[in-house]
């Protein structure tokens, strides 16, 4: 352990990168929305998070992802996404899980 107060800055910065430490591990699903003409896919990339529960809401047109997940030492890992897609049906979204991997499809109203 050294003495970060007599360290500077830059090698502060170094110093935490090269620490590894699991608790302060901060993996992230990778999530992609592709617009298509009558629906938009969403698939979210777990990256080895297990799926522990997830909420939709679509609200004044921004559909709202709130995924709570665990990672390879079982902490919960609660992750909050947006996004701004007009005009969907919500309540006819179909929904595929795998083990890694989570697909939305949702289909669009017509105007």
Avoid: H, W
Avoid at 94 to 101: F, G, P, S, V, Y
Wanted: proline share 3%.
């Amino acid at each position: 352990m050294t003495n970060n107060l007599l360290l500077s800055d830059r090698e502060n910065k170094i110093n935490n990168l090269l620490e590894f430490n699991p608790s302060k591990e901060n993996i992230k699903p990778i999530i992609k929305v592709v617009n298509r003409d009558k629906f938009y896919d969403i698939y979210i990339l777990l990256r080895g998070l297990t799926k522990e529960e997830i909420l939709i809401k679509y609200i004044n047109n921004f559909l709202i992802l709130n995924l709570s997940l665990k990672n390879k030492y079982n902490n919960k890992v609660n992750f909050k996404r947006s996004f701004y897609l007009k005009n969907v049906d919500i309540n006819n979204t179909e929904n595929i899980a795998c083990a890694n991997l989570i697909y939305f499809k949702i289909p669009k109203t017509q105007n």
